[in-house]
T-cell receptor, first 119, second 114 residues
């Protein structure tokens, strides 16, 4: 299956600093990538949809100035948590969508996730 | 409203026993259906998917799922679980009129008794 690499897997930072998380599709091109946030023992919450070459589409309630998303190439999307605070501590997961044939089959392959701890 | 439901938050089975995890959706048409598994601190791994055709779908790690249109269900099954199957399982649905976004169920945590 398709492989999605997410880096770093764990990051600890001081309050007020910015953190960048990378999501790469290793063996396929992904015009669309997704960023999710997962709180402990909960399901995934979609934060934004990242389309290559265009601005990301954010879900309601997600601050786009806090969570900057860049999708500069067909294999890389980045999420930058700006001026991080302890409440931003969470597990962040990206996914990349594979398109099969003429129809968008919407098979999403997920990265391993990034655990962010803000002190 | 369109939704996906996993009615069981926790399931405990003995190693070697059979397993069925439930998933129901609410939608006026047939959505795309997925099951993912997540080990602690890890991302999600796709177990299997259903788009159309044969309603019994085979996946990886010995899992299968059956789509039942009449019940709006897509239950995950395994005839004999292994201790390594202990994880969180998410049913996910793509409703085609919602920009192809995946909607996840709340998950079912599977515990395996030795």
């Amino acid at each position: 299956g398709a492989v999605v690499s997410q880096h770093p897997s764990w990051v600890i930072c001081k309050s007020g600093t910015s953190v960048k998380i990378e999501c790469r599709s290793l063996d396929f091109q992904a015009t669309t990538m997704f960023w999710y946030r997962q709180f402990p023992k909960q399901s995934l919450m979609l934060m934004a949809t990242s389309n290559e070459g265009s601005k990301a589409t954010y879900e309601q309630g997600v601050e786009k100035d806090k969570f900057l998303i860049n999708h500069a190439s067909l294999t890389l999307s980045t999420l930058t948590v700006t001026s991080a605070h302890p409440e931003d501590s969470s597990f962040y997961i990206c996914s990349a969508r594979v398109i099969q044939g003429k129809l968008t089959k919407n098979i999403q392959y997920f990265g391993a996730g990034t655990r962010l701890s803000v002190l | 409203a369109q939704s996906v439901t996993q009615p069981d938050i926790h399931i405990t089975v003995s190693e070697g026993a059979s397993l069925e995890l439930r998933c129901n959706y609410s939608y006026g048409a047939t959505p795309y259906l997925f099951w993912y598994v997540q080990s602690p601190g890890q991302g999600l791994q796709l177990l299997l998917k259903y788009f159309s055709g044969d309603t019994l779908v085979q996946g990886i790690k010995g899992f299968e799922a059956e789509f039942k249109r009449s019940q709006s269900s897509f239950n995950l099954r395994k005839p004999s679980v292994h201790w390594s199957d202990a994880a969180e399982y998410f049913c996910a649905v793509v409703f085609m009129n919602r920009d192809d976004k995946i909607i996840f169920g709340k998950g079912t945590r599977l515990h395996i008794l030795p």
